[in-house]
């Protein structure tokens, strides 16, 4: 057999790309024909507005972990890619370009708004495939879906429709959260609350029959052009006669009346207040409750309206505001105004203040299609990783409220409802009318407004398979296997999911939901472009490789916990993808002349068992890893058994037999690891895609594509216990030398003469004399002495236990005990002041007390560091001045 040359620098540019498109055009990613459970899971499609973020880059890695593993496993395995339209994102990206031009879309008019969104769609969907291709994902591009594709949208319109005729859709005139600059309704959970400084104005309202005024307080003194009544506690005792008397609204000529109502809280400010139904949940509730007529005072743009004195007609409702307080203190109703901190709504989109805002709109009734997803999580047919999201879930539920699915936009799904102009007949329609199926008349027109993005999402798993029809996928592939998503869509998309799923098709989308964390940077903080602190994948790819990528964010993926990464984060990933390099590298390098033969039970040594054991634990470490959701764990163990038990041991003990003059036993050793690359490679795949592929293709043991080739699982014939705990025994004594070796600053190329008594003889005196030689190699000792009988002389040896047996070091041939003994020695009295220093601190009620507790555990971190440190440079002297 020859020699295979690798090249000398792992370079993943000279193979990732063309390694993606042979799995691209041989089919890797389509499912296969083979019986059994199939594995599928849909991607969270990406908004065609922009680029991925490293938040993509996470769960796509995830996402392609567990793909890779199932298909790997036998199952027929579905990843379906996809992306999202994006309503308001999508629409604002393109009157952001018309703005830059001098055009509004209202110019363009609505059919050549959407040719222009089109093109944008269009360019940014191939920024994004090109993308998860470069990070490798293996999802199946014959199955890639878009939520306004032809398919989709038949789907949306399916389920409008039926949801109306089933009564759960709905048309009224209802209080709405309202962006001004995007020029639309936002349902409740695409209002972002932050805290804004604003100010609190108290307002003096005058009785209409001039017998006083009472003073209530507003943040929007804009909005006092829609009141309607001012609302006391019936309980409170103060205001209690006022009931039913009228107040002169200031600044108008229109009157309202006191009412009372016990949502109105005694203790706050006055414990009186303005009610206006038309810009406030709590005033809407309250006016329905005393049949108050709302006043609307806001146009769509976030102006005021003709119903607001002339003054302040068409300006906007921010700066109305200040307008309202100078002309009310002109007029001597202002008795004062505070600065004021607040919660106040921002679209989740362009973060412009959000208006409550009265308009007909269209709304699912949720309680229903709520309570069966509760039901399904009760009965166990859906479960969290981490089980806490659960809470979120069934809290959300329980509290929730109907949804507004109508946006005031020109990009999206067009409501499927059509009114006729003549005789005023509304039809829902799964096809486009032609004329009023009531009066005939062809002068009909479609509701101007479109769904929420949301609308064609939570339709997701299923539609993308092929509903409403009954295709052969949505037989086979659904209901899906799981969800990879983030937190902070838990409520937009994944209980909306579940709703759909169960109200259209009976089942639930999925029965596990991975939540992963958020991807922020070394200080905790999110990832953003104004702090200017985002990475982007591509960059990581290019600079490290797509394996090095996925691994590190695979690596740090902790169950239930973000990952705090910066660019030099990847360099970790990088060093493990160039130790599987090298370590290949010189195994193929060793081929010359070689030939391959059977490897036999009977013919593996010690160590060989030892080496086969570790690969069967860390394999079934790795497959319970992953069918838990612990990707970290999965990661930690091929990291652990490549690098530390192959590379660092076996591959190291191997050497004497490699480099040995016997063709025989040179033939055994590189048989064994040849195949113990071939089953590292196999194992290592879902996490290091690229470079496994690249190596298995080049093995001269292997046949076909890695991607394809079975997953190792645990086998008891590779179980060595015995083995195991010997080699385990060599390892601690090795470690235990080269430890003590450091703690007495000898220099590691300082060879000592070194004498293992172990407890008694029996299996490990004897696997320790076989192979004392290995343990001299490791801990680049002179000499090796296996004492079981307990006769050599160990005077003036520095002991070091372990368990079953001891070490002694001769280590007056390499160092000057008395000069170490001064050293240790003034390194204890030099720790003792650092840490009587910390124990003062610790002491200081002043520091406890007002110290905030991270520096507080820090000092405590700092005074647990010093004790040991003091401890065992106190056990040294102490064995030290025994020799």
């Known amino acids: ?58 769960n796509n890695s995830l996402q392609d972990i567990l793909t890779r593993y199932y298909r790997m496993g036998g199952r027929p395995t ?112 695409e209002v972002e609350h932050q805290n804004d400084k604003g100010h609190l104005w108290n307002i003096e309202y005058p009785f209409a029959d001039g017998s006083g005024r009472i003073t209530v307080a507003t943040t929007r003194p804009e909005t006092m052009f829609g009141d309607v009544a001012v609302a006391v506690n019936p309980d409170d005792e103060r205001y209690k006669a006022l009931v039913g008397k009228m107040l002169k609204l200031p600044l108008t000529d229109r009157e309202i009346p006191i009412i009372a109502d016990s949502f109105v809280g005694i ?36 102006t005021l309206n003709d119903v607001c004195p002339e003054q302040f007609r068409n300006i906007p409702a921010e700066k109305a505001r200040f307008m309202v ?81 109508s946006r005031q936009l020109w990009w999206g799904h067009r409501i499927p409802v059509w009114y006729c102009s003549d005789c005023g007949q509304m039809m829902v329609k799964r096809e486009d009318p032609c004329c009023c199926d009531k009066c005939g008349s062809k002068n009909i027109k479609q509701d101007n407004d479109v769904l929420d993005t949301w609308f064609s999402s939570w339709l997701w798993p299923f539609s993308t398979l092929g509903w409403p029809e009954k295709t052969a996928d949505l037989q086979r592939f ?193 048989s064994i690891l040849l195949d113990l690359l071939a089953r590292s490679m196999r194992l290592m795949h879902p996490f290091l895609s690229f470079i496994t592929e690249e190596i298995y293709d080049k093995l001269p043991n292997t046949e076909g594509k890695v991607i394809s080739a079975e997953f190792p699982v645990f086998d008891e014939k590779l179980v060595h216990e015995k083995e195991a705990a010997l080699v385990g025994s060599l390892q601690e004594a090795v470690r235990g030398i080269r430890n003590a070796k450091a703690q007495l600053c000898i220099p590691p190329d300082k060879k000592l003469n070194i004498v293992i008594r172990t407890d008694e003889k029996g299996d490990l005196s004897d696997f320790m004399k076989k192979y004392s030689s290995l343990i001299a190699t490791f801990s680049n000792s002179a000499n090796i002495t296996i004492d079981d009988d307990k006769s050599s002389d160990i005077s003036g040896a520095f002991p070091v236990a372990a368990p079953g047996f001891e070490s002694y070091l001769f280590v007056r041939e390499a160092i000057d005990v008395d000069k170490e003994i001064a050293r240790l020695k003034g390194e204890v009295e030099k720790t003792q002041g650092l840490l009587a220093g910390v124990e003062k601190k610790l002491g200081n009620p002043n520091f406890i007390n007002n110290a905030k507790a991270e520096a507080i555990e820090k000092e405590k971190g700092k005074k647990a560091e010093f004790e040991e440190k003091i401890d065992k440079a106190l056990k040294h002297m102490e064995a030290l001045k025994l020799l």
């Open 1 to 58: 057999m020859k020699a295979i040359e690798l090249e000398k620098v792992y370079e993943p540019k000279n193979f990732e790309d063309k390694i993606y498109e042979h799995w691209v055009e041989d089919g890797d990613f389509h499912p296969s024909d083979k019986k059994g459970e199939p594995f599928t899971v849909v991607m969270p499609p990406p908004n065609v507005t922009g680029i991925l973020h490293m938040g993509h880059a996470l």
């Open 78 to 189: 579905l990843w379906v890619p996809g992306t999202d339209h994006a309503g308001i994102a999508t629409q604002n990206v393109v009157e952001r370009q018309l703005a830059k031009e001098g055009l509004r879309r209202q110019d363009l008019g609505r059919e050549k708004f959407l040719e222009r969104t089109w093109q944008v769609k269009e360019k940014h969907h191939d920024i994004i495939v090109k993308q998860l291709k470069k990070i490798g994902s293996s999802c199946d591009w014959d199955h890639e879906r878009f939520t306004m594709d032809e398919g989709l949208s038949k789907a949306v319109r399916e389920t409008f429709v039926t949801l109306y005729e089933r009564g759960l859709i709905y048309r009224g005139m209802y209080l709405v959260n309202y962006c001004p600059h995007c020029g639309t309704a936002l349902a409740d959970d």
């Open 267 to 302: 203790e706050f400010g006055t414990g009186m207040v303005k009610i206006t139904p038309a810009h406030d949940p709590n005033d809407w509730e309250c006016g329905k409750r005393h049949n108050l007529t709302p006043i609307n005072i806001l146009n769509p743009d976030g």
């Open 325 to 405: 307080a100078d002309e009310l203190a002109k007029q001597g109703y202002l008795a004062s105004v505070a600065d004021y901190d607040h919660e106040v709504g921002h679209c989740y989109r362009c973060n412009t203040t959000v208006e409550p805002y009265m308009s007909e709109q269209w709304f699912v009734k949720m309680r229903p299609l709520a309570d069966k997803a509760l039901q399904a999580w009760k009965d166990g047919r859906l479960e969290f990783h981490p089980k806490r999201w659960e809470n979120t879930y069934s809290s959300w539920l329980e509290n929730i409220r109907d949804w507004c699915i």
């Open 478 to 670: 659904f209901p899906t296997s799981t969800l990879v998503t983030a937190y902070d869509i838990i409520f937009f998309w994944v209980s909306r999911m579940i709703m759909a799923s169960l109200e259209f098709t009976g089942e639930v989308p999925f029965k596990d939901i991975y939540i992963t964390g958020l991807v922020r940077d070394k200080q905790g903080r999110k990832m953003s472009k104004s702090l200017g602190n985002g990475i982007d994948p591509l960059e990581v790819v290019d600079l490290y490789g797509a394996d090095a990528m996925k691994f590190t964010l695979c690596y740090l993926a902790a169950q239930g916990q973000d990952v705090l990464i910066d660019m030099d984060s990847f360099k970790m990933g990088s060093k493990f993808a160039n130790k599987i390099w090298n370590a290949t590298r010189y195994i193929l390098m060793n081929l010359e002349g070689r030939n391959i033969v059977e490897i036999k039970e009977e013919d593996l040594n010690d160590v060989d068992k030892w080496i086969y054991h570790s690969f069967n634990e860390n394999a079934r470490k790795v497959n319970a890893a992953l069918q838990g959701y612990r990707f970290n764990e999965g990661a930690q163990a091929v990291y652990d058994f490549f690098w530390n038990d192959f590379c660092d041991w076996y591959i190291e003990a191997s050497k004497p037999e490699l480099y040995s003059d016997d063709d025989n036993r040179k033939d055994r050793i590189v």
